[in-house]
């Protein structure tokens, strides 16, 4: 548009910015409510034991996990409070860093994890997954890329969009 400058931001482009923030609000929410009433589980905890579940010997440097799970150091440092509360989580001192510190996940929160699991996907699937088509879905992460270049695509993106969605089970559970 010839004399607007960069900063302006149509209406239209303010419209699909509020889209997106609302489809994550209400997936998140979504899957949030269903966790915590079937498993007393917020989003936040079980995106924690995922993370860890996933990483070598099912422990990460808080710094690291602070990074995956989208919190500030001091949001993972009281979440991860609750979790050790709970049994889930322990912490561990770092060998090699004397300040620092590894999250690790216990066998009792492998357990909660696996029991949620299923939960999760139901949600993701029903909320996001069975809402576009493959060719929608595709194009989604083709955008998504776009956005974050400096990202290596997640696995799944080479798998079919329609198959079974599957995770990797918790590591000793």
């Avoid at 209406?11 to 609302?22: C, D, G, N, T």
């Avoid at 709970?86 to 860093?97: I, T, Y």
């Avoid at 696995?155 to 990797?168: C, S």
Wanted: with cysteine; hydrophobic share 40%; charged share 30%.
């Amino acid at each position: 548009m010839a004399g607007e400058s960069r900063e302006a931001i149509s209406s239209e482009e303010l419209a699909v910015w509020r889209m997106l923030q609302r489809a994550q609000v209400r997936i998140t929410r979504a899957l949030e409510a269903d966790l915590l009433v079937q498993h007393d589980l917020p989003l936040a905890s079980y995106d924690v034991l995922m993370q860890l579940s996933e990483s070598p010997d099912r422990r990460l440097r808080m710094n690291d996990l602070a990074d995956r799970v989208l919190l500030s150091r001091s949001g993972l440092t009281r979440l991860i409070d609750r979790l050790q509360r709970d049994g889930l989580v322990e912490r561990e001192a770092c060998p090699s860093d004397a300040r620092g510190l590894y999250a690790v996940l216990t066998g009792d929160g492998a357990v909660r994890l696996a029991e949620a699991t299923p939960t999760f996907l139901r949600g993701v699937r029903a909320q996001f997954l069975d809402v576009l088509d493959a060719g929608e879905l595709r194009q989604c992460a083709a955008m998504l890329n776009k956005l974050f270049p400096d990202q290596a695509p997640d696995q799944a993106l080479d798998q079919d969009w329609r198959g079974p969605v599957e995770t990797r089970p918790p590591a000793g559970a």
